[in-house]
């Protein structure tokens, strides 16, 4: 997890804006606006098998340019399709979406139990690209044994009030 978080250090300190976190990553505005950048602290983010798995087969998932995963300081660094927010999904209500979206959620509820992840379908997780949904990282739980240990979101927050206070 050093490596990840000193290369979050570094797109803090060469001001690239910050977009957002979660438990196992953190994500980047790229000076080409039709890209993000992922940092992610640990190879067993479940969001790297969902990738594997799904981008490039299923217009539901996001487009992955490039994908660099260093297995010796476990971490990996992602150049993603910047997509828009679509703060209108509603997992409980799925019949207004198109079949290849529930046919792909249904994909995803099978493996989330099968795994033992939990849906994190939420608007920061699920969003569009023109007029079609896209699902970017569904899946949070205790997938990698790293339960017990402060998440990247927390991590980014505490970096926070850190360089507040100086």
């Keep these: 997890m050093i490596v990840a978080q000193n290369v979050i250090k570094q ?7 910050y977009l957002g976190a979660g438990f196992y990553s953190c994500v980047f505005e790229s000076t080409n606006k039709d890209i993000v950048y992922k940092v992610g602290r640990t190879l067993q983010d479940p969001f790297l098998n969902y990738i594997k798995e799904f981008s490039g087969k299923n217009k539901h998932s996001p487009v992955i340019h490039k994908l660099y995963e260093d297995k010796e300081n476990n971490w990996y660094f992602a150049v993603m399709e910047r997509l828009q927010k679509h703060n209108r999904f509603d997992i409980r209500n799925m019949s207004n979406y198109e079949d290849s979206l529930v046919s792909l959620v ?21 969003m569009q690209r023109s007029n079609t949904v896209v699902v970017t990282d569904p899946f949070s739980g205790s997938y990698s044994g790293l339960e017990d240990e402060e998440g990247t979101d927390c991590w980014v927050d505490s970096f926070f009030a850190e360089m507040n206070e100086q």
């Design 11 to 17: 797109f803090f300190i060469s001001k690239f804006s």
């Design 106 to 126: 249904n994909q995803l509820t099978s493996i989330a139990k099968k795994e033992g992840y939990a849906l994190d379908l939420h608007s920061e997780n699920v």
